[in-house]
């Protein structure tokens, strides 16, 4: 499976010849390949695929995005490294509750 997952861009800045971007994955930033999405600037939101920025999105649509990959827990774990850090919303309900028939072991 590919995974995209959506991102705000901090900064833009050349490293050896690539045009670079800190990404910012809803407080978990990364650096990532901005070569294939030329128009992308600080404060527009990307997807970022394997290191790569492949397209540009709406910031509502990043939103909507990073709440359910958020739900998604251990796919996206595996894409960045580590899990997303909670939204501002979830940080003050507590852990998420497994919702029925979500079929993890």
Not at 55 to 70: C, I, M, N, Q
Request: contains cysteine.
């Amino acid at each position: 499976m590919c995974l995209g997952i959506p991102g705000r861009v901090i900064d833009v800045h050349q490293d050896e010849g690539l045009r670079m971007g800190t990404i910012d994955f809803g407080g978990l930033r990364r650096e990532a390949c901005l070569t294939y999405t030329p128009t992308a600037a600080s404060g527009d939101y990307v997807i970022v695929h394997v290191g790569f920025a492949i397209t540009t999105v709406h910031e509502a649509e990043a939103r909507r995005t990073l709440e359910v990959l958020r739900a998604m827990g251990d796919v996206v774990e595996g894409e960045l490294g580590e899990p997303l850090p909670p939204s501002d919303q979830r940080a003050h309900e507590g852990p998420a509750q497994p919702r029925r028939g979500a079929g993890r072991p």
